[in-house]
Structure formats: structure tokens, C-alpha cells
């Protein structure tokens, strides 16, 4: 349960125009499917935030994973180590919890995931695509695939995709 004040300060650093109003109540309907994690100081003020998205399916070879997304990775103060501690954090929480887990990133991002010792598909990203295609859906714009805490064979599956093999990533219709 986050609190109102928690609520606020992470929607104003995601900075989603759309979302930036919400109400708790549309905040908590909008993520009810989601786990957030915190990085706070000694006084509870919040460091870094992101969440885990558990509302999250692709198909890889005419099957469907329900595989969480990690997601909404910032720093209320950058170069300070917040996130490379938050992701750190979360890393050994989601592998103590058995949880497999993805992200994705641009490629500007690589050097601070390397940094994270994440291991990442490079370019891989491109290779799953939408579906079904909707308007609402801004084309991807990420490169990479984030082993945020995969199993050996998701892995693979992954770093598999190509052109002429590619995956999706499911949303409702």
C-alpha cells in the first residue's frame, strides 16, 4: 500500500502526461496487477522507484508466458547509485522468490544496465512485436531484452528471435 504523498512524488517523476492526475483510485486500478519497489533513506523519503508489471504475456513459438515486466525505473536524484541499488535489490528478491522476470531498454541505456551486472540481449528487442497491432501502442522504441531474472529456457528462447522468427508481445483486445 503506498500512500498518497507516495503516490504523487512517483507520478510526477515518471512524468507520464496521462497520468500525472491520477487519483488513488485510478492509481490503483491502473497497476492493481503491479508491485512497486522502493528505495527510501532513513526518513522514508523515496530514492528510487520502479515496479514489477504482472500483467505482462508474449508468445514465443506458439506458446504464452505470463512472465512480469519490469518497469518505470527512476531516480528522484540521478548519480547517486539509487537505481543501480534498487535493481540490485530486486535482482536477488525476484530470484529468492523464484519470479522470472524481463525489462527492456533503449540502447543508450546498455552501459547502466552492464554497470547492474543485468544480463542483456542485445537488439533483441525489435524482434517482438505487438500484438494485436492498436493504435493506442506507440511503436517500440526499445533495442534490448533485460534477463531481469529469466529461466535458462526463456532465455533462450529470446536470444533465438530473428526476423524471419519473431515473438509477440500480447496485449488485450
Not at 536524484?77 to 525476484?94: F, T
Amino acid at each position: 500500500m503506498l500512500s498518497v504523498s507516495e503516490i504523487k512524488m512517483i507520478l510526477k517523476h515518471w512524468a507520464v502526461e496521462e497520468w500525472i492526475n491520477f487519483t488513488v483510485a485510478e492509481f490503483n486500478e491502473r497497476f492493481c496487477d503491479s508491485e512497486f519497489h522502493l528505495l527510501s533513506d532513513d526518513k522514508f523519503n523515496i530514492l528510487c522507484v520502479t515496479r514489477i508489471n504482472f500483467d505482462f504475456k508474449i508468445e514465443l513459438d506458439n506458446t504464452v508466458y505470463e512472465l512480469p515486466e519490469l518497469v518505470g525505473l527512476v531516480a528522484m536524484e540521478k548519480m547517486k547509485g539509487y537505481a543501480r541499488q534498487l535493481i540490485g535489490h530486486i535482482v536477488h528478491n525476484l530470484s529468492s522468490r523464484a519470479i522470472a522476470c524481463i525489462g527492456f531498454c533503449e540502447a543508450e541505456l546498455r552501459p547502466f544496465y552492464e554497470k547492474c551486472s543485468v544480463p542483456i540481449l542485445y537488439d533483441q528487442a525489435k524482434y517482438l512485436k505487438e500484438k494485436p497491432v492498436s493504435e493506442e501502442f506507440e511503436p517500440n522504441t526499445d533495442d534490448d531484452i533485460l534477463d531481469i531474472n529469466l529461466p535458462a529456457h526463456l532465455r533462450d528462447l529470446l536470444a533465438g528471435l530473428n526476423a524471419g522468427h519473431t515473438g509477440y508481445i500480447l496485449f488485450e483486445d
